[in-house]
């Protein structure tokens, strides 16, 4: 296998007691770190209406974070395109590619990001069709590439500004049904693990055999994200992995209000079918100490046969979250970046 890349998913998380604007500067402190640290590209995410996640404009982000690193790639992941007009997501990566050259992503969705009365004021003409979906992926693409069908729109017209590269097209998936998309319209392909523990592997080794070349990509490309947390203390372990169970099952009941402390997840008795639903989202996490952490990554990426893996990483000790990725760079002997 070759070298296994690491990469990071962001959502700017409003930790227990913080702040909106403390969330946003831990994302670019994160940023920062990752470049410095050799991390291959840092994606951040679209939510809306969730009290404790900042992230719901990630254009705007991703603009500010380039600007404050200088290697790392930057990108959503992803857009929820149904939420948007085609034409002006088109201009908005464009636009970055422009003031970035080389260094922007452009990750694209199918789900709204938030509950549907959300997605509907985003878009009023959102119909949550996939016929409607797979039409705004080739207006997509035609609108990136300059690539236009005789006759259609995109002939008359362009999205600006006009450039010497265009960003990279990553569909993202947690169900599977995206990766015949990306096969078909020749992108990248990132699974969400973090989302369903599920059918990954399949997801992927499917996209592979049914990939159709494209002007943008010649080969397929794939990775795979996953929730992540690396500590060399293992109770320092043990009492993420307890307050993230939690966590999955508060989110899962439709609960936005903030997750209790510690102390008082310790003492909470589960019912029996939260355990199994517990037992479940295990699925959707890895933890451990370094050591551990290369053996469980090691052998998801041989299962998905892929060289990266995107982590998210979601606590309230902000510390334990900058280390654990310094605990991965080190282990997997990332090339650090300097200037």
Known sequence: ????????????????????????????????????????????????????????????????????????????????????????????????????????????????????????????????????????????????????????????VKAMPQAETVPPVWLLTSSGGSAQLAAWFGTALSFAQFINPNGGPEAVAQYRANFRPSAELKAPEANFSIFAFCSEDDAVIERWKAEFDYRLLHIERGRDTPIPSYEEIEQIEYMPDEQLRINYNRGRMICGTPESMRQQIEALCAQYGVNEIVLSTIAEDAAARMESFRLLAKEFRLEPRHS
């Open 1 to 156: 296998m070759k070298k296994i890349r690491l990469s990071i998913l962001d959502q700017s998380h409003v930790r227990l007691g913080s702040t909106t604007e403390q969330a946003l500067q831990e994302t670019r402190t994160l940023a920062v770190l990752a470049d410095q640290l050799g991390y291959e590209r840092f994606w951040v995410s679209e939510h809306h209406n969730i009290p404790n996640i900042a992230g719901s404009t990630p254009e705007v982000l991703i603009a500010y974070l380039a600007g404050q690193t200088r290697h790392i790639r930057l990108g959503a992941a992803g857009i929820m395109l149904p939420n948007h007009s085609t034409l002006k997501v088109a201009e908005n990566f464009r636009m970055l590619e422009a003031l970035f050259p080389g260094r922007i992503d452009l990750g694209i969705g199918r789900a709204p990001g938030g509950d549907r009365l959300t997605a509907r004021l985003l878009n009023p003409q959102n119909s949550f069709s996939e016929s409607e979906f797979i039409q705004q992926i080739k207006d997509l693409k035609h609108f990136i590439s300059d690539h236009a069908e005789p006759g259609s729109v995109q002939e008359k």
